[in-house]
């Protein structure tokens, strides 16, 4: 079963920054928190991954807290190509490096 | 370009027929993984390999095989056993970090999947 809980749905206006948030309360120490992405009927993207510091790069921010039950993703300035399911995902350790997939959240960008 | 090819994009068969699903990957990445992807779901792990001549059932392989000949290459036959076989099946690689004692964090990269119709 996925580790994770996120909420099926959010809307952001285009432009604006989108926030999405997830929460795994049950995380071990050493699981990594994963964020992916999927456009309609296409393979997954990979966005961006943290232990237990904030994290950036190009597309997006990881925002861990400090008890690490919980993340946010925040895409700066999101745009309607930003339009997809969101998946957090934590990594089960030592696993080979399978990843367990939630239902994820369907961000909508709207102009 | 590096990369990770499914073929074909849709794929239709009969009932009772087993079928074979293409994944091939030229980032030279050790470990490969096939996924099964319902709708409205998330994807459910069928089977992964992390090196050559080896591989690992997942969460639902009932119904499923794999080979891994080569490193580039991780077939998957849908086989007349597995009682749903329609849906969406996605194929993705991973660099493995051997130096890491499985702390690996390596991200997957996915291929744009394959779309089976068993009629």
């Known amino acids: 079963d996925a580790k994770t809980t996120q909420p099926p749905s959010m809307d952001c206006a285009e432009g604006r920054a989108a926030n999405l948030p997830c929460n795994h309360s049950?995380?071990?120490?050493?699981?990594?928190v994963y964020w992916y992405r999927q456009i309609h009927s296409q393979g997954p993207q990979y966005i961006i991954h943290?232990?237990?510091n904030n994290e950036t790069n190009e597309m997006a921010s990881l925002i861990i807290t400090e008890d690490r039950k919980s993340s946010t993703l925040i895409l700066p300035h999101a745009t309607l190509r930003d339009t997809a399911v969101y998946y957090c995902?934590?990594?089960?350790?030592?696993?080979?490096?399978?990843?367990?997939f939630g239902q994820g959240t369907e961000l909508s960008v709207k102009p | 370009d590096g990369g990770i090819t499914q073929s074909p994009k849709y794929l239709f068969r009969k009932e009772g027929q087993n079928v074979t699903l293409s994944c091939e990957q030229n980032?030279?990445?050790?470990?490969m993984y096939w996924y099964r992807q319902d709708p409205g779901q998330g994807l459910r792990l069928i089977y992964y390999?992390?090196?050559?001549?080896?591989?690992q059932k997942g969460d639902i392989a009932e119904g499923y095989s794999v080979s891994r000949e080569k490193k580039e290459s991780f077939p998957l036959t849908v086989t007349s056993a597995q009682k749903n076989p329609t849906a969406f099946y996605l194929c993705?690689?991973?660099?493995?970090?051997?130096?890491?004692?499985?702390?690996?964090?390596?991200?997957?990269?996915f291929g744009p999947g394959t779309r089976l119709t068993v009629l």
């Open positions: 993705a690689s991973r660099k493995w970090d051997r130096g890491s004692g499985g702390l690996s964090y390596n991200e997957q990269f």
């Open positions: 943290g232990l237990k």
């Open positions: 049950t995380i071990s120490g050493n699981e990594y």
């Open positions: 980032l030279n990445h050790d470990a």
């Open positions: 995902i934590v990594r089960p350790f030592n696993q080979g490096g399978k990843l367990i």
């Open positions: 390999s992390q090196i050559v001549n080896d591989f």
